[in-house]
Antibody, heavy 124, light 113 residues
Framework: EVQLVQSGAEVKKPGESLKISCKGSGYSFTSYWIGWVRQMPGKGLEWMGIIYPGDSDTRYSPSFQGQVTISADKSISTAYLQWSSLKASDTAMYYC?????????????????WGQGTLVTVSS | QSVLTQPPSVSGAPGQRVTISCTGSSSNIGAGYDVHWYQQLPGTAPKLLIYGNSNRPSGVPDRFSGSKSGTSASLAITGLQAEDEADYYCQSYDSSLSGSNWVFGGGTKLTVL
């Protein structure tokens, strides 16, 4: 069974750093993209970026470029999303999802499956 | 404001048919990029419902169907059931001056009356 398991909920203070994880299993981790999606409380889905663990090729949404860092460690089939200095506005649920890319040149595709989500709360 | 526009809400009685629209532009759906749909049940992670405009993953009932025309796409749900009450999101690819992105619609809340 293809599965993505995310790390647990986090409560942080503004200015702190954070790295959350997403571990893939049941498939070749280096052969598929992994994306990250933000969902703020009561709001919709926002695409943050995507990484190809095979060669660490990473693409960011302009909205999140410079705000977060996406990385992966293929030796342990795990992708990461990290912040160097959290803000209250980073409070949200964060999902990772496997990207199914059918047009490699354009990195166009869809997400399946999704992780269970990691709730990040930033509050003083 | 989302790149793809969906109605905030739709509703229907059990057994009825509802459709959810997803309107884009010439830099995404109109450029020929595929549309995909996700279902998010309350308190859970999104789940793939339709990929490549009209394809259903294994396990998705054939009550769900997708279509695409021009700069828009639609999700249709027939034989509405109480368990279909959820948020639905469309997703595509956008290639514009600001870069290339995977983009989502704002989401549509389906209420089963």
């Amino acid at each position: 069974e293809v599965q993505l398991v995310q790390s647990g909920a986090e409560v942080k203070k503004p200015g702190e750093s954070l790295k959350i994880s997403c571990k893939g299993s049941g498939y070749s981790f280096t052969s598929y993209w992994i994306g990250w999606v933000r969902q703020m409380p009561g709001k919709g889905l926002e695409w943050m970026g995507i990484i190809y663990p095979g060669d660490s090729d990473t693409r960011y949404s302009p909205s999140f470029q410079g705000q977060v860092t996406i990385s992966a460690d293929k030796s342990i089939s795990t992708a990461y999303l990290q912040w160097s200095s959290l803000k209250a506005s980073d409070t949200a649920m964060y999902y990772c999802a496997r990207g199914i890319v059918v047009v490699p040149a354009a990195v166009e595709g869809w997400f399946d499956p999704w992780g269970q989500g990691t709730l990040v709360t930033v509050s003083s | 404001q989302s790149v793809l526009t969906q109605p905030p809400s739709v509703s229907g009685a059990p057994g009825q048919r509802v459709t959810i629209s997803c309107t884009g532009s010439s830099s995404n759906i109109g450029a020929g990029y595929d549309v995909h749909w996700y279902q998010q049940l309350p308190g859970t992670a999104p789940k793939l419902l339709i990929y490549g405009n009209s394809n259903r993953p294994s396990g998705v009932p054939d009550r769900f169907s997708g279509s695409k025309s021009g700069t828009s796409a639609s999700l249709a749900i027939t034989g509405l059931q109480a368990e279909d009450e959820a948020d639905y999101y469309c997703q595509s690819y956008d290639s514009s001056l600001s870069g290339s992105n995977w983009v989502f619609g704002g989401g549509t809340k389906l209420t089963v009356l």
